[in-house]
C-alpha cells in the first residue's frame, strides 16, 4: 500500500507569482481533497476532485484551481499569489465520500515574500 | 453547519500520566467524528475515528475518546503519557452524506521528563 506524496516540500514565491502544487493519490482511493492551515490554526478545506472533476469547493477565491489525472494524482494551482498565502498545503486521498478513511500527506510549506 | 471546538491550545503533562484533550462539537446531524496527530514536518495521521458504532473508541498508540452525545463532546484520552505523544492534535468532524472535513484549531502537547 503506497502513501501520499506531496511535492515539492518548501517553496518560496514572490507575491503576483503562480505556484502548482502536486499530490499523489494512495493506491485503491479515486478522490483527491486539498487544505490549507496556515500558522497556528487547523486545516482548511479548499476543494475536492472525484473523477478528475471538482465536486466541492470550500472558502477559496477562484485563483485557487486544480486538476486530477486518471491516475487520481491531483494538482493545486495558485494565482496571483497575496503574502496571506503563506501556509502548509496539505491533500489527503479517499475513496468517494472518504467511507474508507483519508490518508494525508506531508504537505508543502508554501512561502510568499 | 458543523464546527469544532478545541477547548485547550496548549497541554502540557508529565511522562507517565494522563492526557486529556477536549473536544466539543456543533452538528444538525449524527456527524462522523476523528481524531488527528500531527508531528513537527509530518502529515496527519488518523489515531481514531467515531462512525454512529460504539460510543468508546480506542485508537492506536493507547489513544481512546468517548463520545457524548448530550454533551456534543468527543474528548481524547490516553492513561500515560510517553514522549513521542508531543505533538499537534486535531478535533475533526463530518457531516453524514458529506465529505468535506472541518478541522478544530488544535491542541499542542508537551510531554515533561
Known amino acids: 500500500e503506497t502513501g501520499v506524496t506531496q511535492s515539492p516540500t518548501h517553496l518560496i514565491k514572490t507575491r503576483g507569482q503562480q505556484v502548482t502544487l502536486r499530490c499523489s493519490s494512495q493506491s485503491g482511493h479515486n478522490t483527491v481533497s486539498w487544505y490549507q492551515q496556515a500558522l497556528g490554526q487547523g486545516p482548511q478545506f479548499i476543494f475536492q476532485?472525484?473523477?478528475?472533476?471538482?465536486?466541492g469547493r470550500g472558502n477559496f477565491p477562484p485563483r485557487f484551481s486544480g486538476l486530477q489525472f486518471p491516475n487520481y494524482s491531483s494538482e493545486l494551482n495558485v494565482n496571483a499569489l497575496e503574502l496571506d498565502d503563506s501556509a502548509l498545503y496539505l491533500c489527503?486521498?479517499?475513496?468517494?465520500?472518504?467511507?474508507?478513511?483519508?490518508?494525508f500527506g506531508s504537505g508543502t510549506r508554501l512561502t510568499v515574500v | 453547519a458543523q464546527s469544532v471546538t478545541q477547548l485547550d491550545s496548549h497541554v502540557s503533562v508529565s511522562e507517565g500520566t494522563p492526557v486529556l484533550l477536549r473536544c466539543n462539537y456543533s452538528s444538525s446531524y449524527s456527524p462522523s467524528l476523528f481524531w488527528y496527530v500531527q508531528h513537527p514536518n509530518k502529515g496527519l495521521q488518523l489515531l481514531l475515528k467515531y462512525t454512529s458504532a460504539a460510543t468508546l473508541v480506542k485508537g492506536i498508540n493507547g489513544f481512546e475518546a468517548e463520545f457524548k452525545k448530550s454533551e456534543t463532546s468527543f474528548h481524547l484520552t490516553k492513561p500515560s503519557a510517553h514522549m513521542s505523544d508531543a505533538a499537534e492534535y486535531f478535533c475533526v468532524v463530518r457531516p453524514p452524506n458529506d465529505y468535506k472535513l472541518s478541522f478544530g484549531a488544535g491542541t499542542t502537547v508537551t510531554v515533561r521528563a
Open positions: 476532485y472525484y473523477r478528475e472533476e471538482e465536486n
Open positions: 489527503a486521498s479517499s475513496d468517494y465520500r472518504g467511507v474508507s478513511g483519508y490518508t
